[in-house]
């Protein structure tokens, strides 16, 4: 093969991959436009035939939305709640998975596996003796409760995924940093978290969108916008004066509010994603 | 190496701060008061009539009305964990007809009968009374009230119809007649949203009323219906194949935008009519009665009502609202206040007076046209068989003979 048919080649390849890489963009990025384009929409324009591509922008659904829900406070819960439940369960997952890679204890393999197999439970069959539990503390329609529950739900994935990563961390630096007279938190602080910082930036993230997106504990647990979520307002948002019909412009205004903030936060912290992500599938 | 005891303390350390944590999002207990959980568009509607009508100047209970889930599986999320627990998020819920049946089976609602005498069913009409009885009673007890009474209602366009020379049609051969006279382009003379999930379900039980079944017996009448529709859509062409996939307000958008001259809609498309004003006219959202099938003249009504959940914090406060709320002088303030809570009693339709939607409910009323909604001890299974044995056959996957022989083993499966 020449050096011009090879150049060839890979040019044909190059071209080939980016527009394979273009229509899979497209087609992912098209239920994001129609989302922009409906909460844009003025309502009798949504469904015109054929349809409109370009219509009149309005804000009249943001309008509606922020009309019919206490959109502040949901927002404001939704923000609480999901950092709360990411402090929570990432505080905890990493001691719990540091725990697990680093002090042999008979059986704690097997106890790892329990935990991982509890992400298998389906949440709505929780839902009863979390509710009872909740209530006995007096939880209920508090912040407190839904990201102690959301926490708690967050924790056999993250320690599942952060022990391999503690693993990693040379155990060797941990036993110099203490023949040095470091306690527990310093060699956690200044020697373990330092190296898993990719792993802990990529389960923030993770977590704080399942967080972020969990309608079914904020539906079960918060009867009023003390602690509801934005997520459960779609459950209550409406058209008109009536059961009847689906609210699209409105839903779609509310899944801009809701999926914006994600999008800012994914894009800022990618570089750690990425990282995270094919370190912890590196041997 | 990190020291098993030190760890260990670490953990009981933050094993307190859990402890200590819920105490600072413990409430204190609320004073007198009830909630009461009704859909969205309902919640401002409610504070008004409470105010207005003065529930707290005459009991002392303070009402915070909240917005419960609009749809039905969301409200069985959220009510069943709490029941079970032994609690309720809301004091009063105002319910539909599917959730009333789960929640009644299921044992969640208070009998509601020791709040009224025999004469406060005086103010009933007769078809309002036989839905109560079907709908909102079970084991003899009264599980909820309702409050408002809502028709399908047959809407046409007089400004075409009139343009032909037409009348609205009094039957179903002649719907089929005038929409064959009005149908061209992308104009179809009837229509209605037939999407799975609900809708399609409606208008078959619709029509094979008309036809003088029960659409769960599947019986001559359902297939009489079923045929019906089939025609209108593949036959005569006046009824658009797309409908198949609509919903209600994909429907009340075609015909705003002048692709349907007729339609079935529930009352609610009163208020979306008038709320494009860029497109309505009296004309253009006239209400006649349903054309008469080959039994008879007729459209069956759903309703709303109140109910309380046996687990209700508030179970006193509770029942003094329902019975305040139901009282035949504050049937035609209600209505006035929102259309949502009129019905046919006789209290509320005197007091509208024919104003706004109760001109259309009285002339059904009147006309004795408004028949109780078909039951189903199954509820939603017996609807989805119903729409899939349906839509098997509109859309051309069986014969109607094997889409309604399945049909009825599948139904037959559910008894």
Redesign the interface.
């Known amino acids: 093969m020449t050096a011009e048919s090879y150049r060839r080649r890979n040019t044909a390849v190059r071209i080939l991959l980016y527009l394979s890489l273009g229509i899979f963009v497209f087609i992912a990025l098209i239920p994001f436009y129609w989302m922009f384009l409906a909460s844009l929409t003025p309502r009798?324009q949504?469904?015109?035939?054929p349809p409109n591509y370009f219509p009149d922008v309005t804000a009249d659904n943001f309008a509606a939305l922020i009309h019919?829900?206490p959109f502040i406070a949901y927002l404001v819960n939704s923000l609480v709640f999901s950092a709360a439940s990411v402090l929570l369960s990432v505080?905890?997952s990493f001691?719990a998975a540091?725990?697990f890679a680093?002090?042999e204890v008979k059986g704690s393999s097997i106890l790892l596996l329990i935990l991982v197999l509890s992400m298998a439970l389906p949440p709505?069959v929780t839902?009863?003796p979390?509710?009872?539990i909740l209530?006995t503390?007096?939880?209920?329609?508090?912040?407190?409760?839904i990201t102690?529950v959301m926490g708690s739900v967050l924790i056999p994935f993250s320690v599942w995924v952060l022990v391999s990563f503690v693993k990693r961390v040379p155990?060797e630096m941990?036993?110099a940093a203490?023949i040095d007279g470091a306690?527990?938190?310093q060699?956690l602080w200044y020697i373990v978290i330092p190296a898993m910082v990719p792993a802990l930036a990529t389960i923030i993230i993770i977590n704080f969108i399942n967080a972020w997106n969990n309608l079914?504990f904020p539906?079960?647990f918060s009867?009023?916008e003390a602690s509801k979520t934005l997520t459960?307002s779609i459950?209550?948002?409406?058209?008109?004066?009536?059961?009847?019909?689906?609210p699209?412009g409105v839903i779609s205004a509310l899944g801009v509010t809701m999926v914006v903030p994600m999008i800012i936060l994914v894009l800022t912290a990618q570089k750690w994603i990425v990282s995270g992500l094919t370190r912890g599938s590196i041997k | 190496m990190i020291h098993k005891k030190a760890f260990l303390a670490v953990l009981c350390i933050l094993a307190a701060a859990a402890m200590v944590l819920p105490a600072a999002g413990a409430r204190e207990p609320e004073p007198e008061k009830i909630v009461v959980g009704v859909g969205g568009w309902a919640v401002e509607p409610t504070q008004r009539a409470v105010e207005e009508l003065g529930f707290t100047e005459e009991t002392g209970i303070e009402v915070e009305v909240v917005t419960r889930p609009g749809s039905p599986p969301e409200f069985l999320s959220q009510m069943s964990s709490a029941i079970l627990g032994g609690t309720s998020p809301y004091d009063v819920i105002d319910i539909e007809d599917d959730v009333a049946i789960g929640f009644s089976r299921s044992g969640w609602l208070v009998d509601l009968d020791p709040l009224f005498d025999d004469e406060f069913w005086d103010d009933w009409p007769e078809a309002m009374l036989e839905m109560t009885e079907t709908w909102s009673r079970h084991g003899g007890e009264l599980f909820r009230v309702p409050h408002n009474y809502e028709a399908q209602y047959f809407w046409y366009r007089k400004d075409i119809l009139d343009s032909y020379g037409l009348q609205p049609p009094q039957t179903w051969d002649e719907m089929v007649e005038v929409g064959k006279a009005v149908t061209s382009g992308d104009r179809y003379g009837v229509s209605d949203g037939l999407a799975q999930g609900a809708y399609l379900g409606v208008y078959i039980t619709y029509l094979t009323q008309q036809a003088g079944g029960n659409v769960y017996d599947m019986g001559p009448e359902f297939e009489e219906a079923l045929q019906f529709l089939y025609d209108m859509i593949h036959v005569h062409e006046v009824f658009p194949i797309s409908a198949l996939d609509k919903d209600y307000d994909q429907v009340n958008n075609d015909y705003m935008q002048d692709r349907v001259v007729m339609m079935r809609q529930w009352p609610f498309f009163y208020g979306v009519a008038r709320s494009n004003p860029d497109w309505f006219a009296e004309d253009k959202a006239q209400v006649a009665l349903p054309p008469a099938g080959p039994a008879e003249q007729v459209a069956y009504a759903g309703s709303w009502g109140w109910s309380v959940p046996t687990t209700a914090d508030n179970m006193d406060g509770a029942m003094k609202f329902v019975e305040f709320m139901s009282r035949p002088e504050h049937q035609g303030p209600l209505a006035e206040i929102d259309t949502w809570f009129l019905s046919a009693r006789d209290s509320c339709l005197e007091y509208m007076d024919g104003r706004g939607m109760a001109e259309y409910l009285e002339l059904y009323s009147d006309a004795g046209v408004i028949g109780t909604r078909p039951f189903h001890p199954a509820g939603q299974e017996a609807h989805t068989v119903v729409e899939e044995t349906a839509a098997a056959y509109l859309t051309n996957q069986m014969t109607l003979r094997q889409a309604v022989r399945q049909g009825r083993q599948r139904m037959a499966d559910l008894d």
């Open positions: 009798h949504l469904f015109s035939i019919q829900i505080i905890l001691l540091y725990g680093r002090i709505i839902v009863v979390l509710f009872q209530r503390l007096g939880l209920i329609d508090t912040i407190t409760g102690l155990v941990e036993e203490t306690r527990l938190f060699v079914l539906l079960v009867h009023t459960v459950t209550e948002v409406f058209q008109a004066r009536t059961p009847y019909g689906r699209w």
